[in-house]
């Protein structure tokens, strides 16, 4: 229910249709065609103030499988499955997108430059990135250079999943280990010099330079270089997002 109840409130990572603006930011959430103008006059209005606009897009799990549009389409082919044929769950959410699969992939890229045509959307940050394929975030870097112009439409995400994926054997997935795999101008976030900063956020006892930790030469060093070189994990400094 979009009409605006807070029961139904979420903050955007329960994707249903991928290609929809949410209806309850919309002053009549009932007819389409208002969602879809009041979204494009909200980002013309963000442009002339001098803002550009970056979305954040989870195309790595939709909000519903089995009664999801793409499930009912085609069983399966869009979700990644278990051994048992359950769903695979390296989002947390239960729902993991196979992207690795050409018309899944099509279907990602198709609808990222969808918006970015349409809606004129200036960048992208991809949540879970990590559970996404290496192949097609270049192809969709290499889109959209080619359509708008080298640099101009900003790319990068979050280098790691909420779980383990299952991808088809063979995947390189788009996380921090294959970082050197992708398209230099993709960026990604570096948790490396956070965690050296002030300790690591999956254990609230780990202690970084700030509270303690104390902070080696090398890793100083990396800090600098953004985790370019023998230790770290990215081609550029650009690509290193802190």
Not at 87 to 96: D, L, T, V
Request: hydrophobic fraction near 35%.
């Amino acid at each position: 229910d979009e009409a605006g109840e807070p029961a139904a409130f979420n903050w955007g990572y329960d994707p249903v249709n991928y290609n929809v603006p949410d209806g309850s930011y919309a002053s009549d959430a009932q007819h389409g065609e208002v969602r879809i103008r009041e979204m494009k006059e909200a980002v013309m209005a963000m442009h002339r103030s001098g803002f550009r606009v970056i979305m954040d897009v989870v195309y790595n799990h939709t909000y519903y499988l089995k009664e999801s549009c793409l499930f009912k389409t085609v069983p399966w082919y869009y979700y990644r499955q278990e051994q048992d044929g359950s769903a695979s769950n390296g989002s947390g959410c239960g729902s993991e997108i196979a992207s690795e699969r050409s018309m899944v992939s099509r279907y990602i890229l198709d609808s990222v430059m969808y918006w970015a045509e349409e809606y004129h959307i200036d960048g992208f940050r991809f949540d879970l990135m990590g559970m996404l394929d290496v192949p097609l975030m270049n192809r969709i870097q290499q889109a959209l250079d080619k359509r708008f112009g080298k640099g101009e439409k900003l790319l990068y995400g979050e280098p790691w999943a909420g779980g383990e994926c299952h991808p088809r054997p063979g995947t390189a997935l788009a996380h921090k280990g294959n970082m050197k795999q992708l398209d230099p101008a993709l960026g990604a976030f570096c948790d490396n010099t956070r965690d050296a900063v002030k300790g690591s956020v999956m254990d609230e006892m780990s202690c970084g330079f700030v509270n303690g930790g104390g902070l080696s030469a090398e890793k100083l060093a990396c800090c600098v270089r953004g985790w370019v070189g023998d230790w770290g994990d990215f081609t550029a400094p650009s690509q290193t997002i802190t």
